[in-house]
């Protein structure tokens, strides 16, 4: 709501998982809507990462109880969405309540998400790395091969050690 005030919102990746996962029962209490989606591994194999996020923000769009009068995008890429006009903000979740609240949902879904699957492949260490390529996932695909749930196009450099935010899971 344009009253909605919260100090402590602002960029997921700033925030701990505790006060991410009181701000997600927040923002799911006073968002005049809002939806969560994703893509398949396979999608974002066929489109690349950054086309399958738009992909799934659209599908997240369209399941929306209220239709968007004007939707602000953290990044600075975005395909138009229907004939609903659009801003791309760069570092935007830092700058937008909004686009912070829709950072912090898409988060905490997504480390549930790769709890579930730890929960079902525990070899890979997804409690921990949730799907970030750390060296002990690369180990992992290495020594267990890929699942269902990795993407085919994922850089598998195993003598690399980044702990970089592009993500082996989506």
Not at 62 to 70: A, G, N, R, W, Y
Request: charged content about 30%.
């Amino acid at each position: 709501p344009e009253d909605f005030k919260c100090k402590s919102l602002n960029d997921s990746k700033q925030l701990s998982l505790e006060t991410r996962k009181e701000l997600r029962l927040k923002i799911e209490k006073h968002a005049t809507s809002f939806a969560v989606a994703r893509c398949t591994p396979k999608e974002i194999d066929e489109v690349n990462i950054l086309w399958a996020s738009i992909k799934a923000m659209h599908r997240a769009i369209s399941k929306l109880q209220l239709t968007p009068e004007h939707i602000l995008v953290d990044g600075n890429r975005f395909k138009p969405y229907k004939s609903i006009s659009h801003t791309c903000v760069v570092r935007g979740d830092s700058k937008f309540l909004s686009i912070a609240a829709a950072s912090i949902l898409a988060k905490t879904y997504r480390d549930e998400y790769m709890l579930k699957l730890h929960q079902k492949h525990p070899n890979y260490g997804w409690d921990r790395n949730k799907g970030y390529p750390t060296r002990e996932h690369r180990l992992a695909i290495k020594t267990y091969g890929i699942t269902s749930h990795h993407r085919k196009t994922f850089n598998l450099n195993y003598e690399s050690t980044p702990d970089t935010p592009d993500s082996a899971i989506d």
